[in-house]
C-alpha cells in the first residue's frame, strides 16, 4: 500500500511523548533538496529547517549579526531603505576573496547556532517525530555527531547538469566546478543511512520518501 501524506501525517507514537529525531537532509548541488523538503513537510508535518531560509534573518536590519555584517561589507551594500541590497552585496562578494571568508566567518557560526538551538528545543518538547536539518557541508562540518542519522538525496550528475542548466541557467564549466567542489556519491553513500532517490520524477522521489518514513514508523 503507498502511503499518503496524509495517511504518514497521522502516524504518531503512543505516549505522552515522542522522541523527536533529528536527521540531516544532504546531497549535491541540483540533486532537488528542496523538493524532498517541502514533501518531507507536507508529508509528515514536521520541522524543517532550512539553513538558506533562516541565514536570511541574519540579514535583516536590527538582528544580532546585521551590523557585524555592514561593518565588514560597508554601508554601500544598503539599499535606500536601509536594506541589504542583494546584487550590490553579491557583487561586493564575489570580487572580494577576503571579505567572503570575513563574512562566512559571521554568518555560519550564527546559523550553526541557530540549528543547535532549535534541535535543543525540538528534542525537549517531544511534540513531532522529526525536525529536519539541512544545511551546507553537514558532513564536512561533522554535524552527523549531533544528528540521529543523515539522508541522501541523490540524482545522477547528468540530471543535476540539465536540472542546473533548465533552473539556473549555469554553464558547464560552472556546474563542473561546483561538482569537483563537493563530496562524490560514494562519499555520501558512505556517511548516509538512508537514500531518498530523486533522479526521475516528483511521483518516484514521493514514493521514495514514502517508503522511508513507513519503514521509520514501522520499526518504532
Not at 520541522?47 to 554601508?75: Q, T
Not at 528545543?121 to 551546507?136: H, I, M, P, Q, S
Not at 558532513?139 to 541523490?154: F, H, K, R, S, T
Not at 532517490?197 to 514508523?217: A, C, F, L, Y
Request: net charge negative; hydrophobic share 30%.
Amino acid at each position: 500500500m503507498k502511503l499518503t501524506e496524509y495517511q504518514l501525517t497521522g502516524m504518531t507514537y503512543t505516549g505522552s511523548k515522542k522522541k523527536t529525531r533529528c536527521i540531516g537532509i544532504t546531497g549535491g548541488v541540483g540533486s532537488g533538496k528542496s523538493s524532498v523538503l517541502e514533501y518531507l513537510r507536507k508529508a509528515t508535518g514536521c520541522r524543517v529547517f532550512c539553513s538558506d531560509e533562516e541565514a536570511k534573518k541574519l540579514y535583516i536590519p536590527g538582528s544580532a549579526v546585521f551590523d557585524r555584517i555592514i561593518k565588514e561589507a560597508g554601508r554601500d551594500v544598503l539599499n535606500e531603505d536601509g536594506n541589504i541590497d542583494k546584487e550590490r552585496f553579491a557583487a561586493k562578494l564575489f570580487g572580494d576573496s577576503s571579505l567572503r571568508k570575513r563574512i562566512n566567518a559571521i554568518v555560519h557560526p550564527a546559523v550553526e547556532e541557530m540549528i543547535f538551538d532549535d534541535m535543543a528545543l525540538e528534542r525537549a518538547a517531544g511534540k513531532r517525530d522529526y525536525f529536519f536539518v539541512e544545511a551546507a557541508l553537514l558532513i564536512e562540518c561533522g554535524y552527523e555527531a549531533y544528528l540521529d542519522e543523515l539522508w541522501y538525496v541523490y540524482a545522477s550528475e547528468d540530471t543535476r547538469r540539465q536540472r542546473l542548466k533548465e533552473s539556473r541557467g549555469y554553464s558547464d564549466e560552472k556546474i563542473q566546478d561546483i561538482f569537483d567542489s563537493q563530496l562524490s556519491d560514494k562519499e555520501y553513500r558512505k556517511h548516509c543511512q538512508r537514500i531518498i532517490d530523486n533522479d526521475g520524477s516528483p511521483e518516484e522521489m514521493r514514493r521514495s520518501v514514502d517508503n522511508i518514513i513507513k519503514e521509520e514508523m514501522y520499526n518504532k
